[in-house]
């Protein structure tokens, strides 16, 4: 039982450059986010997902697209990567949209904008 | 809106020492509150919840109780290890907010000393 799975672990990119962190869950789980952390920042939250084809803002969003085509897969999108977005991005998945049960998070991706 | 507001760290303490990390809370409705534990170069991951008032949360030697009155939620420990060392976080789910979000602490790291 994987859990969530975070691909890349680590990454570097030049301002302007694109890329997808991906994202995966083997849980079956309806709920799935994406936060990133920053230091004195606490988590924020970029986008949500309550099931397949429904994603919403949370409250970091611009700059970072997502969907969500299946219910194991919820990848993230910088289409222009700026340095501002140099960050550690956590992927979480719930069982349910009502928060009462634990998130699961990935171990992260590292990513640095140079 | 929603807020959580956490002690400023870092803390460190003596193996053996009692912990407390203060965590109170705004919320429009009448949330579920957690702490979650981030270890070093990992993922966050739940440490023990309440969801209602009065509620007494505990797991591996911590807990926490719901305070409506006072709107807070403190995390103790009696006697803690060099193994507890990590972030911790503090966070509420307002499902009466209309959006399904975990709003987040900005996290107080822990070191204890051996």
């Known amino acids: 039982n994987a859990g969530v799975t975070q691909t890349p672990k680590f990454q570097v990119l030049k301002t302007g450059q694109s890329m997808t962190l991906q994202c995966a869950q083997d849980?079956?789980?309806?709920?799935m986010s994406w936060y990133r952390q920053d230091p004195g920042m606490g988590l924020r939250l970029i986008h949500y997902s309550v099931g397949a084809g429904i994603t919403d803002q949370g409250e970091v969003p611009n700059g970072y697209n997502v969907s969500r085509s299946t219910t194991e897969d919820f990848p993230l999108r910088l289409l222009s990567a700026a340095p501002s977005q140099t960050s550690v991005y956590f992927c979480?998945?719930?069982?349910?949209?009502?928060?009462?049960?634990?998130?699961?998070f990935g171990d992260g991706t590292r990513l640095s904008i140079l | 809106g929603n807020s959580v507001t956490q002690m400023e760290g870092p803390v460190t303490l003596s193996e053996e020492a009692f912990l407390t990390i203060n965590c109170t809370y705004t919320a429009t409705g009448y949330p579920s509150l957690f702490w979650y534990v981030q270890y070093p170069g990992e993922g966050l991951q739940l440490l023990l919840k309440?969801?209602?008032?009065?509620d007494k949360g505990s797991n591996k030697g911590f807990e926490a109780t719901y305070r409506k009155e006072t709107t807070s939620f403190h995390l103790e420990k009696g006697s803690v290890q060099v193994s507890d060392s990590a972030v911790y976080f503090c966070?509420?789910?307002?499902?009466?907010?209309?959006?399904?979000?975990?709003?987040f602490g900005k996290g107080t790291k822990l070191s204890v000393i051996p």
């Open positions: 849980m079956n789980h309806e709920y």
């Open positions: 966070a509420l789910f307002d499902s009466g907010a209309g959006s399904y979000q975990l709003t």
């Open positions: 309440a969801t209602k008032a009065d």
């Open positions: 979480a998945s719930s069982y349910s949209k009502h928060l009462n049960q634990p998130q699961h």
